[in-house]
């Protein structure tokens, strides 16, 4: 049988990866599509973790700078992103994978409190672990908790799916049609040209950690293809 390149990963979702080309709310066909490849790479003894973002229901920030106070308008984003979490789950179980959903802020009669031990238990006994609700602090992107999420469970890359571009590029892709795309970059790099890839904080949390970031787009077939080895999307490194 054929080895995966990585025996524990942690799947970022973007909400608008999760939103499809509605581009709001959850699209049921996208979240299949998500659910069907995990099961596929779980067949290959990977342990997989995923973090979900929530900008399909809420943007936090966007609230804020409409004069929202900033810490409410985040505890909303981190609501919004159990919503995600227990959509995906639905999806993943339907499909016969045992999944559980973790989340930073206590809600126990929809999910576990995230406790790393437990998560660790989990993954090593083939589960999928969810992890929702942030960090359960504001003004911390969910970048950044995949990030932190990433060093507690010891992941060896986080896979970072798009849902409108496939790799990094210099500027927009989808306004600038010769947009430079990278095929690797390191974390100095992202930070110093403001590639928009993750913010600051996650981006130096990736760095210091000397965690490997993959960014790719969420076509049918990527995360297998990532997982398995397969040179697609930008690769990002702490050198």
Known sequence: MVKAAYKRVILKLSGEAMAGEQGFGIDQEVIESIALQIKEVIEYKVQVAIVVGGGNIWRGTQASKKGMD??????????????????????????????????????????????????????????????????????????????????????????????????????DPLQNPNAKRYTELSYIEVINQGLGVMDSTAASLCMDNKIKLIVFGLNFGNIKKVIMGEKIGTVIRGE
Request: glycine content about 6%; overall charge negative.
């Open 70 to 171: 900033r810490a409410t308008a985040d505890y909303m984003g981190m609501l919004a992103t159990v919503i995600n979490a227990l959509a995906l789950q639905d999806a993943l179980e339907r499909h016969d994978v045992d999944t559980r959903v973790q989340t930073a802020l206590e809600m126990q009669q929809v999910a576990e409190p995230y406790i790393r031990r437990r998560a660790l238990r989990h993954l090593e006994k083939g589960r999928v672990v969810i992890f929702a609700g942030g960090t359960g602090n504001p003004y911390f992107s969910t970048d950044t908790t995949a990030a932190l999420r990433a060093a507690e469970i010891e992941a060896e890359v986080i896979l970072l799916a798009k849902g409108k571009v496939d790799a990094v590029y210099d500027t």
